[in-house]
């Protein structure tokens, strides 16, 4: 299994950002996908996940309205669109996936047995 993040960068406050998982070896059908973020000095945390079993996207709070998650099943991708960016939300950003619940969307990092190298996100004036 390999998932692959992209898109990462620099941008303003209040700009966008669109960051792409593509996984290889495991199915968007069968696997929800993860985005998870980790700031310097803090904890890893989730911040969107989608299930294409389960139909629903899942958010953070400090994400919800901002950002939107979606998959492209014959691309076997998803992409996470980020709006409205704030500096607070900087971070090295990863796509992650489970096997023990591969079709729920979990987003805590205990539950993640793959993970895609991560994509530098960097909002600043």
């Known amino acids: 299994v390999q998932l692959q993040a992209s898109g990462g960068g620099l941008v303003q406050p209040g700009g966008s950002l669109r960051l792409s998982c593509e996984a290889s070896?495991?199915?968007?059908?069968?696997?929800?996908i993860s985005w998870f973020r980790q700031a310097p000095g803090k904890e890893r945390e989730g911040v969107s996940c989608?299930?294409?079993?389960?139909?629903?996207?899942y958010y953070a709070d400090f994400v919800k309205g901002r950002f939107t998650i979606f998959g492209d099943n014959a691309e076997n991708t998803v992409s996470l669109q980020m709006n409205n960016l704030k500096p607070e939300d900087t971070a090295v950003y990863y796509c992650?996936?489970?096997?023990?619940?591969?079709?729920?969307?979990?987003?805590?990092?205990?539950?993640?047995?793959?993970w895609g190298k991560g994509t530098q996100v960097t909002v600043s004036s």
């Open positions: 989608i299930s294409v079993p389960a139909g629903t996207p």
């Open positions: 992650a996936a489970g096997t023990r619940f591969r079709r729920i969307c979990l987003m805590d990092y205990v539950y993640m047995d793959f």
């Open positions: 070896g495991l199915s968007l059908d069968d696997h929800a």
